[in-house]
């Protein structure tokens, strides 16, 4: 008799999204496809949801008109992914995303806020990212009270990563005429 070991079963786009449409998930679970996998993910504490609110409402003005503010939307990267990041501002499209969810291609810059799941934000995260094409990733790193900017993905990395505090200041790389000085952000 041969032995029979266990296997995940990953999931693609299309299965992740009827199961949603059958409200096979609590409304209320925050989920998000990784890698066909289901991971449930850490709730959203009051830091980190104070330090969304103040991105949000320190660049929405700064990029209006440039730029669609997206605030914990579904992103699709190919057919095994669909996270929801804090924050990303898109490149502008007509229908505001009405007809389709945003893919790696739309994106000028990405956002993460972390305390409680920074290692899997620098580590799963940043390797998705990366291997998607996101050309500007910023972690925004509660615990340390930084800011982690990752640019210039390479395979399943950044070639680029830098660390900048609260004195700091940054520009976009897809907006390089929008500066921020990261003690707005931080």
């Not at 693609?12 to 449409?21: H, P, S, V």
């Not at 996101?134 to 790193?141: D, K, M, S």
């Not at 070639?159 to 005429?177: N, W």
Request: with cysteine.
């Amino acid at each position: 008799m041969s032995t029979v070991n266990p296997t995940k079963h990953l999931t693609n786009l299309d299965e992740w999204r009827r199961l949603g449409e059958a409200n096979i998930f609590p409304p209320d679970s925050r989920l998000e496809l990784i890698d066909g996998e289901i991971l449930e993910m850490a709730p959203i504490g009051f830091n980190h949801a104070g330090h969304l609110k103040r991105i949000t409402n320190f660049l929405a003005p700064l990029v209006a008109g440039k730029a669609i503010v997206s605030v914990q939307d579904p992103l699709q990267l190919g057919d095994l992914s669909e996270p929801e990041p804090d924050f990303m501002l898109l490149k502008p499209n007509p229908d505001f995303y009405c007809s389709r969810h945003p893919n790696a291609g739309d994106v000028l810059l990405l956002i993460e806020v972390a305390d409680s799941s920074l290692a899997f934000d620098q580590n799963q995260k940043q390797r998705l990212y990366a291997l998607h094409g996101i050309p500007e990733y910023w972690l925004l790193n509660l615990n340390d009270n930084c800011l982690e900017v990752y640019r210039h993905p390479h395979g399943e990395s950044y070639e680029q990563k830098t660390t900048l505090r609260a004195g700091d200041s940054i520009s976009l790389l897809q907006l390089p005429d929008i500066a921020i000085k990261l003690s707005d952000i931080l």
